[in-house]
């Protein structure tokens, strides 16, 4: 059986016992020994020598010296809330997941993130937001790991040290703290042009949420549901917040960070607690499960890709409302472990050399970060459905197991039975056909075009909106000490738009290149091809 909450001996364990510590008429030792003092050591007289027998003061310092774990590799800065999710049954049709059922309530802890400042940076940087939200289903615990931004910088999960290492501060004087107007970063960014899409979200007002509670979220990859006939479908998921997407001005961000540096987990806790409890609708994007995996010629398995909403609509398929802030952010906030895999039955993954590299990542990291095997036996992370796993001992180890058999199959315990039929577990796999293949170390031609969807993004903006990305350009890449990363910055930008390109060139003092990549060398999808119309003049 799962961890327990009760010893042998009758006495609340774990998570129970932790919750009345800090109260009662005496202080205590982690052992339960009465203290009558907490304020003096221990000495020989009270001018001597402190003695090294005084157990209290052993334990206190020690105990204390081991306070801090490492901060998450990225996303490392963090504020999070306890909410619900309430299923409204649309999805029936295209996912057997229980908990996306009309009506049905999901208790819900999301963690909103900075990717590259440390835990103590500012909030209201210009980078990327993580949005990520474990649902404790009756059918085990579902994590939706996503960002607000749909795209990411990278295809393949193997370039993820890469970017991390180019975007985190410089490793000889490990600055700048928390933002991306750096040398490697744009080195990188520049050079590595898949990441251009990520890169010009960025510099849009995207890059500054003026509230985590006015945030888009994606779950970026493409996921495969399932429904209970067997029948998958391809789909993206996305946050849509009740009050609207807004942003801050770069002024306003700079202003609030000198002022106030904790200003969006002031923000989210602030309105949770006046009980203007914030909401987003989660929706999905479909589509036909097609061998290639392509939808209107747009590749789904390319992370850098989105799909205009005009070519597939978002259809809402429940609401998300967070009302309690955490008690305690150490133990909820900074202990909380999501994961990609942690998938229930009725959501699959998809091929997606991103993700692949994603499932298993975090388990490794959290293996360092919360101290060995046994982190899911915290109580903010203990699924609500019953455990029953053959998983035993390790660091922390906190369940009092019973029984002697933990394999299978056995005779002594029950004999750990499989489902009955094949069709109501997790981590059932469709079954797909694999295109025949040889196995390469790179990526397929349709990954090729990092310049399309980025033209489509700029031409769907507004005039002031465009005007903040050309400022955001010219701020980032002028921080730049490197003239050469500048020069390539704005090749990039002239295989964008030679209009976003010759605005940053002039705000740079620097000659504006031509395209090497002219628009019809790299042909977007047909569909694509229809959309993105220049923004009318006034
Ligand atoms: C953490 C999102 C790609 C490795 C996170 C978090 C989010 C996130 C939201 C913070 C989780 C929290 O609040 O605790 C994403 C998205 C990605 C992506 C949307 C791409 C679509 C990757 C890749 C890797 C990776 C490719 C590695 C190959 C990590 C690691 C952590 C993390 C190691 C820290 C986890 C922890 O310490 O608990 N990611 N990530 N991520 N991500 Fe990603």
Redesign the pocket.
Known sequence: SGPETVSPTGQPTGAEQARVAQSGAYLTTAQGNRLYETDHSLKAGPRGPVLLQDHHLREKIMHFDHERIPE????AR?A?AHGVFQGYGTAAKITKAAFLEKDIETPVFV???TVLGSRGSADTVRDTR???TKFYTSEGVFDL???NIPV?F?QD?IK?PDIIHAGKPHPDREIPQAQSAHDTFWDFVTLHTEATHHTLWNMSDRGIPRSYRMMEG????TFRLVNAEGATTLVKFHWKPKLGVHSLTWEEAQIINGMDPDFHRRDLADAIESGAYPQWELGVQTFPDTPDQTFEGIDLLD?TNIVPEELAPVQPIGLLTLNANPSNYFAETEQ???HVGHLVPGIDITDDA??A??L???LD??IT?LGGPNFGQLPINRTHAPVNDMLRDGMHQTAVHTGVAPYRPNSLDGGCPFLAGNDTGAYIEVPKELPAARKVREAAASFDDHFSQPRLFWLSMTPPEREHIVAAYTFELGKCYEQAVKERGLQVLANIDGELCAQVAAGLGLPAPEPTVPHTEAEPSPALSQLGQEWPAD
């Open positions: 998450r590799v990225v996303h963090g999070a963690r909103f993130s993580g949005f990520a790991v996503g960002n990411f990278i999960a993820f994606f779950g970026v990859h992370p909380v472990a999501f991103l993700l590299g994603r298993f990542s975090y990291t959290q970060r």
